[in-house]
């Protein structure tokens, strides 16, 4: 099983049934139809709403939200959130899965945890976690 990560409004998502669409957001898109189901969620990679709305407010800075979200990833048994996510794969048809958020990381400046998470991945299992491509859509 691989792991890649994207965000909900890549619009190729809805063309890929050989992925699990799994969130790790605070949040699911609301009030539009992104032409797929989200199938599975993993609560601990989500970082928390105070932080989400503080960073959105200017409370605390990226640095800040990094050191924050860096310490959630810390207290993680990489054993039991490996089985997590392989069962995740094993029970939706062994498919990789695609951890989703809401960041459109071809802004510039953009940034987000899932990539944080795709860091942290690979130093603990020295899997490559990449983003998805997204074909060239307005």
Known sequence: MRLFTSR??????????????VKISVGVPRG???GYR??????????TWRM?????????????????????LAELDIGFLSLQLEHIGRTNGNRDLVLLCFED???PGAWCHRRMFADWWQKQTGEEVPELEEENHA
């Open 52 to 72: 989400v709305q503080d960073v959105r407010k200017g409370i605390i800075t990226r640095e800040q939200y990094e050191v924050a979200y860096s310490k959630t």
């Open 8 to 21: 909900y409004a890549n619009p190729d998502l809805a063309n890929r049934p050989d992925l699990v669409k």
């Open 38 to 47: 989200v199938e599975a969620q993993v609560w601990n990679l989500e970082p």
């Open 32 to 34: 539009r139809h992104i």
């Open 105 to 107: 990381l071809r802004k």
